[in-house]
Nanobody, 126 residues
Framework: QVQLVESGGGLAQAGGSVSLSCAASGRTFSIGTMGWFRQPPGKEREFVAAVSWRGSIGYYADSVKGRFTISRDNAKNTVYLQMNSLKPEDTAVYYC???????????????????WGQGTQVTVSS
C-alpha cells in the first residue's frame, strides 16, 4: 500500500500563490505517475496536473497551464504543486494521487490512479 499526505493548503488572495506538497510512504517503489486533482464546492473532481515517474513530463489542465507547476523529488517521495496567479475559481479541495508503474497511460483520468490523499483545502478570495 501507498499512503499520501498533502500539506500546504490555506487561504490566499487572488493573484497570490500557494504551494502544496504531497508526501508518499509505504510501497513507494511501486509509484509511477503522480497527479493533483481538485474538487470545487458542489462540483466533480477534476484533473489539475500530473508528472511522470522521472519528473520529465508534465501534464496540465488548460485552466491552470502557465500558472501552476508540478514537480517531484523521488529521493524524498514527494510531489509538489506551485500555484501562482491564483483565481477565485481555483478554490477547491486539492487531492494528490499516485499510479502504479506500467500499463496504459492516462494521467488526466481519476481511474488511472490507485491511491489518493485525504485532500487539502485551498481558498482564494477576490
Amino acid at each position: 500500500q501507498v499512503q499520501l499526505v498533502e500539506s500546504g493548503g490555506g487561504l490566499a488572495q487572488a493573484g497570490g500563490s500557494v504551494s502544496l506538497s504531497c508526501a508518499a510512504s509505504g510501497r513507494t517503489f511501486s509509484i509511477g505517475t503522480m497527479g493533483w486533482f481538485r474538487q470545487p464546492p458542489g462540483k466533480e473532481r477534476e484533473f489539475v496536473a500530473a508528472v511522470s515517474w522521472r519528473g520529465s513530463i508534465g501534464y496540465y489542465a488548460d485552466s491552470v497551464k502557465g500558472r501552476f507547476t508540478i514537480s517531484r523529488d523521488n529521493a524524498k517521495n514527494t510531489v509538489y504543486l506551485q500555484m501562482n496567479s491564483l483565481k477565485p475559481e481555483d478554490t477547491a479541495v486539492y487531492y494528490c494521487a499516485s499510479s502504479g508503474v506500467g500499463g496504459a497511460l492516462s494521467p488526466r483520468s481519476t481511474w488511472f490512479y490507485e491511491h489518493w490523499g485525504q485532500g487539502t483545502q485551498v481558498t482564494v478570495s477576490s
